[in-house]
């Protein structure tokens, strides 16, 4: 019953999104303040059959009803609890609802904290969100039923992937679906300003917290990802420019691109159509990663779906969204004013460069994603894009973006001088370069990649310029008694850019180490034998079988020694679950400020008498997730600026009023 109470709750959501698309869209045209109204209550009462039906659905994985085919074929009694709710969106049509919940929130969260809004722009952009909304639930209830019955219900269900059995990927997904959605009311603040006619400083100050939010919780969605492979797959990688991989990081792209774009907006005045085309562009990059995992067109364990209906179905939701933009976009853009105009040397300029290599860097990413499945389409034969090409095309894109990011804050708005900050930053070019020389030195010049110098000398110059350009902001030269009262009044905002410039840096420098100079082992290891590696010596004492709540697991136990003391004792698995039956390997990663040890163990070798033992030391790797986290901090920082919340600087104006009178 539960089940079904579930399923009527997405139809009545459906009714209510239909009346939000359009009585709100048609009182706006018709200046009827009544029906304008209206978007508010739909936008919640919508929230609402959305979240009764996900919780339905929840319900049957908790309680293992079979009953429920989603249920059936993604579950088992036996699961932890932990897995057994992750199960609701590990699969397409758990997903899917999981995707539609989110873009509810987000048009409910925009009436609860949109107030200030102006209400001809917020009737305009729950409308749109709705028009979206529309569209996923029709896919979700004629072609991908969460709450089909299964008649007879069997006595146990077939289990999850062993693979999404893992807490990164537990949450590595509702993070990612909340950057995906998050740009979708980007989007609709975009089509209703055009729809409006009207781009302003206020509309940028408005979209910014919304898109901000939404590329917060992408990192983290991202990075959770890359931290799931990287300890769960087994190859001591933790990118590997898979599409699926690709279709949640074009977004990114796209949104950091507009982020940096609403910026100049706002403050400006300026590329006003240029940051509306990009809230569509990164919308649209999240239909399309929508629809890679979930047509068939992609073999991955990310995907979800492989029937070609339901890819058809999603292909059209991506026509109608992206092209019907785009028109309404052709028409309305070239009538905005074009606002302040800016030397190419300026502040602006360095956030327009910004763009564009972002921009560039996306459409790259898109070519290597699409092109072998459009070649393969057009009978044009199997052609494989992998990591050499985006490696040799995309990041040299991102060095000049990185080297910029360190003079870019330091510039003046509308004319800036260039030569001034490269003479404040000189101190720091000498640094950085002694710093690139360093490595090259210590890696035996040549003998290494010729690249890591350059790499660690761009890190250095990013992380050092961001914090001379604190130190100028808050006087620590000029003014050192009062620079701490200075810094405890800079904008949250700017904490929070300092934060994520400096994260880059530090990125930038685990990105370097671990991709010149990781060491790996792999060979047969016998009871009792050592291997060297990364300066560790890893023994293998004992390899047993231990039984875990739905699965057996071959523990293997490694004493870990260096100079001849032993530090540790590391114990990776191989496990085999019951059901679905499949194998899956954890590794065992010991962590340090210069790397991981990272051990795996394989199958077992008769004719050696030992076990497969793939062994690596990757450099630097804590400094990507401590980069990626001072990213995500830095976002959430700026997140919580007063300037940022929408509606803010209206209404502490009007509680002056109020008081003065």
């Not at 919780?217 to 492979?229: C, K, N, P, Q």
């Not at 057996?552 to 020694?561: L, N, V, Y």
């Amino acid at each position: 019953m539960i089940a079904e109470i579930g399923h009527f709750a997405l139809i009545l959501a459906l009714c209510v999104a239909m009346v939000q698309a359009v009585v709100p869209l048609m009182g706006a045209r018709r200046g009827q303040a009544s029906w304008m109204a209206v978007a508010e209550p739909a936008s919640a009462l919508q929230f609402l059959f959305i979240a009764v039906a996900f919780a339905a659905l929840t319900n049957a994985y908790v309680t293992s009803d079979f009953s429920v085919m989603n249920v059936a074929q993604n579950s088992h009694t036996e699961k932890p609890m932990l897995y057994k709710v992750a199960g609701v969106w590990g699969n397409h049509e758990g997903s899917l609802l999981l995707w539609i919940t989110i873009l509810a929130l987000f048009g409910f969260a925009v009436t609860l904290f949109g107030r200030n809004l102006p209400i001809g722009l917020k009737c305009r952009a729950l409308a749109v969100q709705a028009m979206i909304a529309v569209g996923f639930l029709l896919f979700i209830l004629l072609t991908s039923n969460p709450f089909a019955r299964l008649e007879p219900p069997p006595l146990d269900g077939s289990g999850l992937n062993p693979m999404l059995q893992d807490p990164g990927l537990a949450f590595h997904p509702p993070f990612l679906y909340l950057g995906y959605v998050g740009f979708s009311m980007a989007f609709s603040f975009a089509i209703a300003a055009l729809l409006e006619g009207r781009v302003d400083a206020a509309w940028a100050r408005w979209v910014r917290p919304w898109t901000l939010a939404a590329w917060v919780f992408l990192t983290g969605g991202i990075i959770l990802g890359s931290w799931w492979a990287y300890y769960t797959l087994g190859w001591g990688g933790w990118w590997f420019w898979d599409p699926v991989e690709n279709a949640s990081f074009m977004p990114w792209l796209a949104g950091t691109a507009l982020l940096h774009s609403a910026i100049v907006v706002e403050k400006r005045d300026a590329l006003k159509s240029w940051t509306i085309l990009l809230a569509i562009v990164a919308f649209g990059f999240s239909l399309l990663g929508t629809f890679l995992v979930r047509s068939g067109v992609l073999t991955s364990v990310h995907a979800f779906a492989t029937d070609p209906a339901r890819g058809v179905f999603i292909l059209l939701l991506l026509v109608l969204a992206v092209g019907g933009s785009f028109m309404l976009y052709a028409m309305r853009a070239p009538a905005m004013k074009m606002g302040g105009l800016f030397a190419p040397l300026s502040r602006e300029g360095s956030l327009l460069l910004n763009n564009v290599l972002l921009s560039t860097g996306a459409a790259t990413v898109l070519l290597g994603t699409l092109y072998p499945l459009i070649a393969d389409a057009l009978n044009l034969g199997k052609v494989t894009v992998g990591p050499p090409f985006f490696n040799s095309v995309f990041l040299p894109l991102m060095a000049p973006m990185a080297a910029m990011m360190a003079v870019g804050p330091m510039m003046a708005w509308k004319r800036g001088d260039l030569a001034g900050v490269l003479g404040r930053l000189k101190f720091v070019a000498a640094i950085a370069l002694g710093a690139g020389l360093l490595v090259w030195f210590l890696q035996g010049g040549s003998a290494g990649p010729w690249w890591t110098g350059a790499g660690f000398a761009l890190a250095v110059w990013l992380g050092l310029g961001t914090l001379v350009d604190l130190a100028e902001r808050i006087g620590l030269i000029d003014a050192p008694a009062e620079a701490l009262g200075r810094a405890a009044r800079l904008p949250r905002s700017t904490w929070g850019m300092v934060l994520a410039h400096f994260g880059v840096a530090v990125f930038i420098i685990g990105l370097t180490a671990s991709a010149a100079w990781t060491e790996e082992r792999i060979q047969t290891q016998k009871i009792g034998e050592t291997v060297m590696v990364g300066g560790y010596g890893v023994t293998l004492k004992a390899v047993n079988d231990v039984p875990g709540p739905n699965y057996m697991a071959h523990r293997a136990t490694f004493e870990i020694s260096r100079n001849g003391k032993v530090i540790d004792v590391m114990e990776p698995e191989k496990r085999v679950y019951r059901q679905p039956p499949r194998p899956i390997t954890t590794a065992a990663i010991r962590s340090g400020i210069i790397g991981d040890l990272y051990v795996v163990i394989g199958d077992p070798d008769p004719a050696k008498d030992g076990h497969v033992t793939r062994l690596y030391f990757n450099p630097c790797i804590p400094w990507l997730w401590a980069g990626a986290g001072l990213l995500i901090l830095g976002g959430t920082i700026s997140l919580l600026d007063r300037r940022h919340r929408v509606g803010a600087p209206t209404r502490a104006h009007a509680r002056g009023r109020r008081a003065r009178a």
